[in-house]
T-cell receptor
Framework: DQQVKQNSPSLSVQEGRISILNCDYT??????FLWYKKYPAEGPTFLIS?????DKNEDGRFTVFLNKSAKHLSLHIVPSQPGDSAVYFC??????????FGTGTSLTVIP | DAMVIQNPRYQVTQFGKPVTLSCSQT?????MYWYQQKSSQAPKLLFH???????NEADTPDNFQSRRPNTSFCFLDIRSPGLGDAAMYLC????????????FGPGTRLTVL
């Protein structure tokens, strides 16, 4: 059973605009959430994380928002750049336990 | 630079011919993971080591085995690869007690002919 879901397989955004990638989860016990970025023929690279005690975490152009009541998190990229084109995976865990990954969203930033 | 290395990057094997994939890390992390990822799917955890303690996922086929001879190295053995085992195999590491983040290698793309 897929505990973490990314319902949009792909997203296209113009350079300079905001990219919003969404992720939903079903397990209310999850308390740690991450986003990974993956280029073709490479492994996933850690991007940003958030603990369940927070509802927002920023790192430069990347911001992750967590809505625990809705069991939803999102990744905002502002402004989007062509180099951001990649597959983005969200992951969730109970701290210290295994990660559950979504199926990924392929982001294309159009110059 | 500290990193997770996987060899080979691409592996072609024949149906039923055993294959070994390797992972090494210079991060000195005590937890190592093996994932299988098929196209358009989420990475699927096969097993992990917490130090030398081996933890097998319940639905990991017996065809898949693993060895961790020391902290730095971990191997994935596929005893009799089937066509359904063609996938990207990802190794990841984590420092238990530190930030709960896994660091991935570049993966090995396995093709079964």
């Amino acid at each position: 059973d897929q505990q973490v879901k990314q319902n949009s397989p792909s997203l296209s955004v113009q350079e300079g605009r905001i990219s919003i990638l969404n992720c939903d989860y079903t397990n209310s016990m999850f308390d740690y959430f991450l986003w990974y970025k993956k280029y073709p023929a490479e492994g996933p690279t850690f991007l940003i994380s958030i603990s369940s005690i927070k509802d927002k975490n920023e790192d430069g152009r990347f911001t992750v928002f967590l809505n625990k009541s809705a069991k939803h998190l999102s990744l905002h990229i502002v402004p989007s750049q062509p180099g951001d084109s990649a597959v983005y995976f969200c992951a969730a865990s109970v701290v210290g336990n295994q990660f559950y990954f979504g199926t990924g969203t392929s982001l294309t930033v159009i110059p | 630079d500290a990193m997770v290395i996987q060899n080979p990057r691409y592996q072609v094997t024949q149906f039923g011919k055993p294959v070994t994939l390797s992972c090494s890390q210079t991060l000195n992390h005590n937890v190592m993971y093996w994932y299988q990822q098929k196209s358009s799917q989420a990475p699927k955890l096969l097993f992990h080591y917490y130090d030398k303690d081996f933890n097998n996922e319940a639905d990991t086929p017996d065809n898949f085995q693993s060895r961790r001879p020391n902290t730095s190295f971990c191997f994935l053995d596929i005893r009799s690869p089937g066509l359904g085992d063609a996938a990207m195999y990802l190794c990841a590491t984590r420092l238990a007690g530190g930030a709960d983040t896994q660091y991935f290698g570049p993966g090995t793309r396995l093709t079964v002919l």
